[in-house]
């Protein structure tokens, strides 16, 4: 799978069934060569017009499940947001 077939699926949490954005970017590991997390971009200020100031860094080891055009992890929001 390639980052821009990433980037077009939407991220759910199966904890609360919440949408919580779609991946921006990944992390990897340059010497084994797997994904480490994926980035998703944080609440915005106002309805997410005027943008954010935090993302989600998601480990891969929270995702429970890819597919077609969803990502499912399972993680406590509060404890992977993170400021930029």
Known sequence: ???????????????????????????FDCCNGVIES??????GHIWGVFGTDSEYIIPFSCIKQIGEDIILVEICAEKFLQKC
């Open 38 to 43: 994926i980035i998703v971009p944080g609440p």
């Open 1 to 27: 799978m390639r980052l821009c077939e990433l980037r077009e699926k939407e991220v759910i949490n199966v904890c609360d069934c919440k949408c919580i954005g779609s991946v921006v970017d990944v992390c």
